[in-house]
């Protein structure tokens, strides 16, 4: 599959909940983040024949203060501003190379310092510290994954989902989908909260078997108000966070990507010109008979709906007999009330129908 590329927690273990294990479903077991790894940072400063080095004794001072080891020597011709890294063991060497002009100034790749911007070259050595030369996650395209390991997370969860899991428990649900062992699975502290609250209802409220274990994933749990994203440790690993809906869609893994073939090609039964008509019952009810009648799946947006408090059970929808198709009388359907029917594919590319309030939901960030 061809990618396409655009811009797009520190977590603890749950606690265990108040009620008892019989009575309401535990959160999965979260798994260990390993032994915490050291990061030795090295920093060489290149000085030319401009008389740089005599500011030297001022940086090393600085360095000092931080626990940085520097060194100070003449530039060569091919030398250039660098960041390398490497592990041994339980250690990891970061070695940043850097260019020291005459007026004191200090560069290194995309970055440049002088002595009065030290809080800001402090902070860039502790999140080097932290996270090594990746840096730390936050607010970068791809949840600050490199593109080789976005591309190892896509194609691990993109394997489909064999066993039914609606009405399970989110726990039971989340075992069936047997997530690769190397991306561990992880519930914010953030989660723990509404997910205590939800009690004996955390269940799974539609069928998402036959679909990719992501979309499956991010559909159960979509279901309780929760949505995931990869993340990447500070030990640089990797591992799949659970937290609460975000107020940004697009820091979460989506629901769904944008189709990668014509919409009719994807979902053809909802494009079949035929006879519908109905008298007034539960939009909850339509929705189903339009899912087998079509032979396309239909999935609802829980979360967003229950934001809006839209009960769809509740919600009461009529078609008068008229030939046409069931993407058509879905939207004449849903239109009134202030709902939308979006076309996506799960990362199988297998195409499904996602009912979700009318604005609700952006594209996604990132496209496979």
Sequence with gaps: MNHRWMSVLVVTTLASLALPEHSVAQPPS????GTPRQTVINVELLAGADGGALHSQAWAKLFEDWDVSLVVRRGLVDDKPDLSEKTVGTLRYVTLVGKLDRTGQVEFPNRKYTRAQQRELKEWIDELRTYGIQGTPEGKPLWGLSKP??????QAISTPLTVPVEGLTLPEAIEKLELPAKYPLRWTTEAEAPFRK???NST???EVAGFSRA???AILLNDRGFGFRPGRTPQGTLELVVQPIADDPLEQWPVGWPPQRQ???LVPGMFVMTNIEFEKAPASEILEIAAGLSETPIFVDFAGLDQQQIDLTKVQVQQPLKKTTWSLALRYLLVPQKLNREYWQDEGGRGFVWITPIGRR??????P
Excluded: I, K, N, Y
């Design 362 to 367: 952006p594209r996604p960030a990132v496209q």
């Design 149 to 154: 390991q976005f591309e190892d997370v896509f």
């Design 198 to 200: 939800l009690g004996a």
């Design 215 to 217: 979309t499956a994933l």
């Design 30 to 33: 979260t798994a260990a983040r």
């Design 263 to 265: 919409v009719p090609q």
């Design 204 to 206: 799974v409220r539609q």
